[in-house]
């Protein structure tokens, strides 16, 4: 892969929304017509139905919406327990619930025939595993709906060609300016999905129009969320967010499940999991992910006095 850059080293950011209220924020009136929009990119970018499809950082179910009656089988994954039980709320107990760590993916190969992983991808430190671990999970033809941070978007060419920032947006290394915030070049992504097995077939852009909040906050019902502009924002790559789809282009097809222990493998050794009265237990290492009040804890380690139930 021409121009690839080393991963940017981050502190974990897996559980990096753990007690804290995140549909506050989408809950300003700016970040609803963001919101609105990135809903709207999402319900078009997925196929119309499915068999699987794994909502990855999925935070309080905010794109719910878009998927839940879409696909035969939900499983809605996040770093953070506590936005699972917003997520449990927001569905109404529709989905499968899973307690894990983005890097270490207990599903098995070719789990999954859609998978959505919006707003996670910026805080990812080693962006080609965490990409060869999602394209393991899905199936041959699979999709992934995925959005970065651009680095190359236009409010950072014209800060840059007025010597307002010291940033280059036209280099393909990645930049991280704030903690756990990643800005990636389109050039990098592209390279990226194309070593990992993945075609890519849609572009959308995001970011723009819910600025104009700031400049006409009594307008803000008024003003559009960019919907109809999304595809010449993403192709042109100069929108701060991007939105794409990605086809796994040679995996094994979909494998037969009649229920979630026949795609859970282990994440400390990639081995069988069987079912047991309040977990799931490694035929292999025996280590025991725990039932937590209808969230299956998938993580490799469990926090220290988190009650265990069924």
């Known amino acids: 892969m021409k121009n690839a850059v080393p991963p940017i080293q981050m502190p974990n950011s897996f559980n990096m929304y753990e007690d804290v ?14 919101s609105e929009l990135e809903q709207a990119i999402v319900s078009e970018l997925l196929p119309p139905f499915g068999r699987r499809l794994i909502d990855i950082g ?9 998927y839940i009656n879409r696909f035969e089988t939900i499983v809605m994954f996040d770093g953070s327990l ?3 039980r917003a997520a449990q709320t927001t569905t109404k107990g529709k989905a499968i619930y899973i307690l894990g760590d983005i890097n270490y993916l207990p599903f098995r190969p070719s789990a999954f025939d859609s998978a ?6 910026h805080h990812i430190d080693d962006s080609p595993a965490c990409l060869k671990s999602t394209r393991n999970i899905l199936c041959g033809g699979g999709n992934l709906i995925m959005n970065y941070s651009n680095k190359r978007n236009a409010y950072r060419i014209i800060k840059f060609l007025l010597k307002d920032t010291p940033h280059n947006p036209f280099t393909p290394e990645s930049l991280t300016v704030e903690p756990n915030f990643v800005h990636h070049h389109p050039d990098y992504i592209s390279q990226l999905l194309t070593a990992e ?11 723009v129009f819910d600025k ?17 502009l999304a595809p010449i924002l993403g192709k042109s790559l100069l929108a701060p967010w991007i939105f794409l789809k990605g086809v796994v282009r040679a995996n094994a097809p979909l494998i037969p499940a009649s229920d979630i222990g026949d795609l859970l493998r282990c994440p400390v050794c990639e081995s069988e999991v069987v079912t047991s009265a309040s977990s799931f237990d490694c035929i292999n290492c025996q280590k025991k992910y725990p039932i937590i009040d209808g969230v299956i804890d998938m993580r490799m380690e469990s926090k220290p006095g988190e009650k265990e139930s069924v």
């Open 116 to 121: 959505l992983m919006v707003r996670v991808f």
């Open 212 to 228: 104009l909040f700031t400049l006409a906050p009594s307008l803000s019902k008024m003003l559009p969320t960019g919907r109809h």
């Open 197 to 207: 097995g993945f075609d890519i077939s849609h572009y959308r852009g995001a970011g």
């Open 21 to 34: 209220q995140y549909n506050e924020y989408w809950n300003e009136m700016d970040k609803q017509k963001l």
């Open 82 to 84: 506590s936005l699972l």
């Open 58 to 66: 999925c935070g309080y179910g905010r794109l719910a919406d878009c």
